[in-house]
């Protein structure tokens, strides 16, 4: 840890026993940068907020919306749900008068009878301004929840089932849907995914990490998803080998070995209006097991040349620092998730000119 960092640390330790559901920086509010904040980066803040001030709630969208604002974070991705008219002009209102962006989450439709409850949440995306919707389509992690290409295909077919149900809705309201690369397809499957979809208001959610763990490049994933983009999880990645295979751990921006000046460049130049929001989640490193056999249940036909690429790639960044958060306590968990968000945030507006 450099001099910066354990200063960033300290600072962020000193909200922790206020627990503001906001961070009070007085005359020393950070700049604003136009990447905005995901729910699941603050989750830390969220448990120890619950737990000292019960009648608070972070992931409240008005809430988390303030909270955002606080950090000087350009808007926020969160769940909206199903808001009353009033609450929904409220969150507009606010997003307007502060140059915010919203961005919901949301769930597609499980079946038929499921459709009424994702139109009420894409209406109430649409009553507060919202510019996309982000989801996923299939469950889990592809190496982790299914034991064959099978089992994988069949609650694919599933999640294409569910994104057609969802079509004639998000056409309706006119409320572009961002699919995330949620370590489920590789690029040539999601790119002809939204091929047959064909709706100008379906497309990506392009994580910028996610699909290492499917031994894809970060920029070639970029490239292939940035003709389709609705939205942006924007997240850096550091590496190292393990017994089984490798450590993927989210890490402040510009401490990972992702080149986010390239990857920005490329989404920007296909979709420049797009919004960057950042997706750090403050956890132990995941582990990417590419060299056990259940791994490869769902590859029967990747060639050994794509691993040897994330392998070569994985040895040649390789960090040293990777850090256990489970290993820390309660104050050191909030402390050290603050600090990755105010890196981040400070990484986003200084050297990405986000």
């Not at 915010?100 to 995306?125: G, H, M, N, Q, S």
């Not at 490798?246 to 990972?256: E, N, R, T, V, Y």
Request: proline residues 5%.
């Amino acid at each position: 840890m450099n001099r910066r960092e354990a200063l960033q640390l300290i600072a962020a330790s000193t909200s922790v026993s206020m627990l503001p559901a906001t961070l009070a920086f007085g005359d020393d509010r950070p700049a604003k940068t136009g990447m905005g904040l995901v729910i699941y980066c603050c989750q830390f803040r969220s448990q120890m907020l619950a737990k000292a001030t019960p009648a608070v709630d972070l992931s409240e969208p008005l809430t988390f919306l303030d909270h955002c604002k606080s950090l000087g974070a350009g808007g926020m991705q969160n769940r909206l749900g199903v808001l009353e008219a009033s609450e929904a002009i409220a969150i507009r209102k606010r997003a307007e008068q502060h140059s915010l962006y919203i961005e919901a989450i949301a769930a597609v439709p499980k079946d038929e009878a499921d459709v009424e409850r994702f139109e009420a949440e894409i209406k109430t995306a649409a009553a507060v301004g919202a510019k996309a919707v982000r989801t996923t389509i299939i469950p889990g992690r592809r190496y982790e929840t299914f034991d064959s290409l099978a089992m994988f295909r069949e609650f694919e077919a599933r999640g294409r089932g569910s994104l057609e149900l969802a079509v004639p809705v998000v056409e309706r309201h006119r409320m572009p849907l961002a699919v995330e690369n949620h370590k489920d397809h590789r690029i040539a499957e999601r790119v002809k995914l939204f091929e047959d979809i064909s709706s100008e208001f379906v497309g990506a959610c392009v994580d910028t990490g996610n699909s290492i763990a499917l031994l894809e490049d970060p920029v070639e994933t970029v490239t292939a998803l940035a003709p389709w983009a609705r939205s942006v999880h924007l997240k850096d990645q550091a590496v190292q080998p393990y017994a089984d295979g490798f450590l993927l751990a989210d890490i402040p921006l510009g401490q990972g070995f992702i080149d986010l000046k390239e990857v920005v460049a490329i989404i920007k130049s296909k979709r420049p209006q797009v919004r960057f929001s950042l997706e750090l989640i403050t956890r132990d490193p995941l582990k990417v097991p590419v060299l056990e056999d259940k791994y490869w249940a769902t590859f029967p036909e990747l060639p050994a040349s794509e691993l040897a690429r994330m392998l070569k790639k994985v040895r040649e960044n390789a960090a040293d620092n990777l850090t256990t958060i489970s290993r820390m306590s309660p104050e050191q968990q909030l402390a050290h998730e603050d600090a990755n968000v105010r890196t981040s945030l400070d990484y986003a507006r200084d050297v990405l000119q986000l």
